[in-house]
């Protein structure tokens, strides 16, 4: 199974509509790596970024596809018609 690497903005509370993205690339038979993932998680403060750096380069790199959400505002206006 193909997996897609979901970028979005990091240390940031997941909002609705990046659960609905995530759901829907899984509804279409792909594995995600959320790239917020759980980054606001990570408690070892000296080594915050790089542990979040090394996981989300695994991630990429372990992937087939990427997925960047810039623009959240946008995304909802493509998920929901408006």
């Not at 193909?2 to 279409?28: H, M, N, W």
């Not at 989300?56 to 960047?68: F, P, R, T, W, Y």
């Amino acid at each position: 199974m193909r997996t897609v690497y979901l970028a979005a903005p990091l240390f940031q509370k997941p909002s609705v509509i990046l659960t609905e993205t995530q759901d829907e690339i899984k509804g279409a038979g792909f594995n995600v790596f959320p790239a917020a993932g759980d980054s606001n998680n990570i408690k070892d403060e000296t080594s915050r970024q790089k542990i979040i750096f090394n996981k989300n380069l695994k991630g990429i790199e372990n992937s087939d596809i990427l997925v960047a959400v810039i623009d959240v505002r946008m995304l909802i206006q493509v998920l929901h018609g408006r």
